[in-house]
Each structure stands twice: as C-alpha cells, then as structure tokens.
Nanobody
Framework: QVQVMESGGGLVQAGGSLRLSCTAS???????????MGWFRQPPGKEREGVSC????????YYKDSVKGRFTISRDNDKNILYLQMNSLKPEDTAMYYC??????????????????WGQGTQVTVSS
C-alpha cells in the first residue's frame, strides 16, 4: 500500500510555469519503485482525465496530446517523489491535479490504466 500527497498548485498567469510534487510513503515491504505513477486532472464540471504517466524506473513516460511539449513528468526514487513540471500554461489547464500509483507490471505505464492509490489533489488555476 502507498499513500501519496500532492503539492505545488496555485494561481498562475497564462504562459507561466508551475511544478507539482507528489510525495509517497509506502508500507515497509514495498518500495516507491514498485509502482508506476500517473498525474491526472479534473477541470471544473468535467470528468477526470489522465495527463501523464511514468514507469517505475522513470525510463518511459507518456503524455496526453494537449500537454505534450509543455509538461514533463519525472520521479526521484531515492526521495519517493513524483514531479510534474508544467510550462506554457493555458487557461484550459485549470483543474484539480491528482497523482496516483499503480503496482508496476512491466516496463511501461498507462495513462488511462487502473491506479489504486490516489492523493487528495492540488488546485491549479491559470488566468488569462
């Protein structure tokens, strides 16, 4: 089992940047690198959507088309932290952002896969 907690959200003007962090704590028998990780978001009045995911090793990552080239996912397995660097932010990026963990079953990850452990979210608001 893993617990995750997001931070780093806030209010930013369009074109600005934010870096989200997700700190994970695991049961003693498990390690952070036993999990693939993902970032998700839920815009106001809309369904939750996958934004990006990263494999347990950090070697593979995938992005939603609308954030490719602007967002970068990374992880530090020594510190148990997942990051999402968001650049060139747009008003349509406004959403509650969540990180989530899924037991790794291979070398990759799935943006729309099944994630078992979720944080409470951090709000990102981009003003025009």
């Amino acid at each position: 089992q893993v617990q995750v907690m997001e931070s780093g959200g806030g209010l930013v003007q369009a074109g600005g940047s934010l870096r989200l962090s997700c700190t994970a704590s695991t049961a003693s028998s498990l390690n952070f690198d036993d999990y693939a990780m993902g970032w998700f978001r839920q815009p106001p009045g809309k369904e939750r959507e996958g934004v990006s995911c990263i494999s347990w090793s950090g070697e593979r990552s995938y992005y939603k088309d609308s954030v490719k080239g602007r967002f970068t996912i990374s992880r530090d397995n020594d510190k148990n932290i997942l990051y999402l660097q968001m650049n060139s932010l747009k008003p349509e990026d406004t959403a509650m952002y969540y990180c989530a963990a899924a037991p790794s079953n291979g070398a990759g990850c799935e943006i729309d896969g099944d994630y078992d452990y979720w944080g409470q979210g951090t709000q990102v608001t981009v003003s025009s």
